[in-house]
């Protein structure tokens, strides 16, 4: 009997793994449409199979466990909590979506490759061109953005355009900057910066906006009922396809590409706030139907 054991307990571990039980761990930090939007894009591609996690229906969540026991191909983060709580996965791709934090995040992790938040500052640039503004203003913080606004400034001339940088480290810093900006820039740039963005601060930007007339330009189409002259948005759902193409060059061996920018962008307006401003019905109307 001893001998019969033995020889089960050698077979068991001449036999191979078993095959990883899903492609996709799909993270999200909550319940969101914007989420949704991404999600929808994704499963548009191909049929994944994957388990979806949302963080904010349970008291903690240890991701680098679930990836040990259920061996999932990806783990794909929605959101800078779900990458937070994939910092510690080890030998998986981390594909971060719809996160801040990104850049940081994968300048300490080689396995960490996704598609930034961040639309690329020429197109911001050339949108501010359009508008025929020739200082913007831009409040930041150095962890979050500050790469970004470093490289916006680089080229910024190459627009006819001169940033104005006002660099913050919370948001209780950021109406003193704004005091700073008053009587000096003709545009306010609002970027998708937690040490920058407050419901509070939000109410300063577009106050600043309407006492100074500049337009406010912003990233996400939920400002412009606060005061937002114009909103470039990335378009989630083509951002869920870039990703789901992405995820079956992973799956198919292919080497991680280098972190990628969103393809596509929404441009949106807001008429009321821009002709309080005073910016032509003409320019409005071309911005509306030829971009930018």
Known sequence: MRHITRLIYILVLLLPLPAQAYDLLIVQSQHSPMYDEVLHGIHSVRKFSERVITLSDYAEVDVKRIVREDRPSIVVTLGDLALESARKVQRVAVLPLMAISYRQTAGNHGSVNGIEILIPAERYLALFRRLKTHRVGV???????????LHAQRIASKFGIVLVPKEVSSPKEVFAQLDVLK??????????DSAVISQLTVEGFANFSIEQKVPLVSYASVYLSHGASVVVEIDRTDLGVQAGEMMVELLAGKPPVGGSAPRKAVLRLNQTVMKRLGIATELASKLQQNGW
């Open 139 to 149: 409040i930041y913080s150095k962890n979050k953005t500050g790469g970004y606004v």
């Open 183 to 192: 009587d000096s820039v003709d545009a306010l740039w609002m970027l998708p």
